[in-house]
């Protein structure tokens, strides 16, 4: 594991897979200090899941780091299909690939193969601004929830779609701009994601209040200097 100039919240974000708004408590330094680390995984550590039990290992040793680990109620988002009968829009397609079993085959040193005998299953981002393209391949209806959560819905993301099987999908959209940064020009006139949802995909974010996890930091301490 190595990072350069990452605060303590940004390795709580990776350890426990969750969104930035998904980590409660802790003090200022956690956000603004930053730190560098390195450490060597052991001959155990041999999955992603490993690694992130590694990491995990590391901020209690090194920083102390207790945290709480909870579902509560609050604001989300269900992603629902516009249309009872399930028909999805023309940039989603259904795939012959499924990603969550790749996933679970891969070592965390391991790369997709170069022959293109196996789909690298990572979310593809491309800016042209001021449009944002998202591609993807074999992802369920529960995977695409988790790739909404993030910056753009500020909310968990849950599906609630009912539909089964893997897709392809292709979304462009315009990005927000980031907190303390000037929009993007054009950005004004662009479609944003909840739009593009619509559109593209026949599928939408519907606002309603359920559970979620959220990751309390109880107790943390700033490292030693080796």
Known sequence: ITATQI???????????????????????????RFDIVAKADGTATSIEGIRAMLRSLLADRFRLAVQKESREQPVYALVAMKRDGQLGAQLKPSTTDCAAVRARRTPRSEPPRDGSEPDCEMAMSLRAPIMTARFVGETMDGIARLLTGPETQRVVINKTGIAGTYDGTLSFTPSPLPGLSPVPGSDAGTSLFTALLE?????LQAERGLADIITIVRAEKPAND
């Open 7 to 33: 605060t303590l919240r940004e390795l709580i974000w990776r350890a426990y897979v969750v969104q930035p708004f998904q980590v409660a408590g802790g003090p200022d330094w956690t956000r603004d200090d």
């Open 200 to 204: 593209e995909f026949r599928l939408r």
